[in-house]
């Protein structure tokens, strides 16, 4: 009788995307801030990015961009960029 399978429970998979993250932050350089063009908004605010001075990009991830105050109050309720869920500190 072969083996009964088990999907991988939630923790697990949470622990395989922490320890490729970590992976990659110790192997591979950070990626680099995908640029931002005119009329691109904010998925947290809605608004419109606007000034680059202003914005925080993902740097483990996917690269995009977001204003840094509103990614300041995404990170009080979750470490994860919100385009990709890459660990985000």
């Known amino acids: 009788m072969p083996p009964p399978y088990h999907l991988p429970s939630p923790r697990w998979s949470q622990g395989a995307r922490a320890l490729s993250q970590f992976k990659r932050r ?44 509103c990614m300041d109050r995404w990170l009080l309720r979750r470490n994860d960029c919100v385009f990709c869920g890459a660990w985000w500190s």
Request: hydrophobic share 30%; charged share 30%.
């Open 26 to 69: 110790l192997i591979e350089r950070p990626v680099k801030p995908l640029p931002t063009e005119e009329g691109d908004i904010c998925v947290i605010c809605f608004d419109e990015l606007g000034d680059p001075d202003g914005l925080t990009h993902c740097r483990w991830g996917c690269g995009r961009a977001v204003h840094g105050e």
